[in-house]
């Protein structure tokens, strides 16, 4: 059974970076699409950031674009978010996903699930 496990997360200050990992453990995703999610404190779960297996059509909630990127390194297995300029408002616990498309990332039609990773962003 595949699981995801999150790594990377923290407290950072307002304006500073963070680069979030997740990696496939327990056996291979192959072509699945992987995406981000987030969940703050009190709201539901949003789409963050999704890509295609081979790293190429990236797409971003309007929150997250031109400050986060997300890649995947299909050799490690594994998906990355590379988080700039952080707000409070990027406070939550963030979770890698996979699915079979990255349509299926961006309708929330998951296949598996990390276990989350909180970040937090405050002076």
């Known amino acids: 059974q595949v699981q995801l496990k999150e790594s990377g997360g923290g407290l950072v200050a307002p304006g500073d970076s963070m680069r979030l990992s997740c990696q496939a453990v327990g056996g291979t995703l192959g072509r699945s699409a992987m995406g981000w999610f987030r969940q703050a404190p009190g709201k539901e779960r949003e789409i963050v950031a999704a890509v295609a297996w081979h790293g190429s059509g990236a797409s971003y909630v309007d929150a997250a674009k031109g400050r986060f990127i997300i890649s995947v390194d299909n050799a490690k297995g594994a998906t990355y978010l590379q988080m700039n300029y952080l707000q409070p408002e990027d406070t939550a616990v963030y979770f890698c996903?996979?699915?079979?498309?990255?349509?299926?990332?961006?309708?929330?039609?998951?296949?598996?699930w990390g276990q989350g990773v909180q970040v937090t962003v405050a002076s």
């Open positions: 996903a996979a699915a079979p498309t990255a349509a299926n990332v961006r309708n929330s039609e998951i296949q598996y």
